[in-house]
């Protein structure tokens, strides 16, 4: 069984661009999160896709954005981008019924300049 | 609102030694806890959860984690630490009280383990 995918596996871009990260999950996952891990500060929750519908998001401004798909593949959106928003960004999911498993993607490491 | 609490940043430890790694949490209601694993430019890997029932949970590579509700600890241990076992652990909870809004999990902001030969 395939596990959780990310494209690319690195983005380089310069502040004040957009940056669009790709999630695949598991076969038979309906749900999608993404994680951002900035050095230091551990993971933090940014957002939940559920049948194609956000159902949370962290605490991070609307310039992270984000969608599911009818595949229930995920991408996510950093418009804006800021010198901080350099990090790992990790992809999750997870199963109907079974949403406090969640299985993880290798992550795109994002580096703003 | 969740939190996980991971005191120590790094933790060295002798191979062949036990090991272990603290973890405290907080939640409203009952926990489901989980410790992941991450290796150097990697992803990060389920090692074991608790749920409901025993304690004492046994998970991969010969990892283990008990939970004490008493304490709201759930720490990760191994009888005998080896080398690869050298990675950043992440302890996790959800709140399975809080209702939709807690289907993500809180982390903790990780521990280094380093086993050294």
């Known amino acids: 069984e395939a596990g959780v995918t990310q494209s690319p596996t690195h983005l380089i871009k310069t502040r004040g661009q957009q940056a669009t990260l790709r999630c695949s999950p598991i076969s038979g996952h309906t749900s999608v999160y993404w994680y951002q891990q900035a050095l230091g500060l551990g993971l933090q929750f940014l957002l939940w896709y559920d049948e194609g519908e956000e159902r949370n998001r962290g605490n991070f401004p609307p310039r992270f954005s984000g969608r599911q798909f009818p595949n229930y593949s995920s991408e996510l959106n950093v418009n804006a981008l800021e010198l901080e928003d350099s990090a790992l960004y990790l992809c999750?999911?997870?199963?109907?019924?079974?949403?406090?498993?969640?299985?993880f993607g290798p992550g795109t490491r994002l580096t703003v300049t | 609102a969740q939190s996980v609490a991971q005191p120590e940043d790094q933790v060295n430890v002798a191979e062949g030694n036990p090991l272990t790694v603290k973890c405290t949490y907080s939640v409203s209601g009952n926990p489901y806890l989980f410790w992941y694993v991450q290796y150097p430019n990697r992803g990060l890997q389920f090692l074991l959860k608790?749920?409901?029932?025993?304690?004492l949970v046994k998970g991969s590579y010969g990892f283990e984690a008990e939970f004490n509700k008493s304490q709201t600890s759930f720490h990760l241990k191994k009888p005998s630490a080896l080398v690869s076992d050298s990675a950043l652990y992440f302890c996790?909870?959800?709140?399975?009280?809080?209702?939709?809004?807690?289907?993500?999990?809180?982390f903790g902001k990780g521990t280094k383990l380093s086993v050294i030969p």
């Open positions: 999750a999911s997870s199963s109907p019924g079974l949403s406090y498993e969640q299985y």
């Open positions: 608790y749920i409901t029932g025993d304690n």
């Open positions: 996790a909870v959800r709140d399975i009280g809080s209702g939709a809004g807690s289907y993500q999990l809180t």
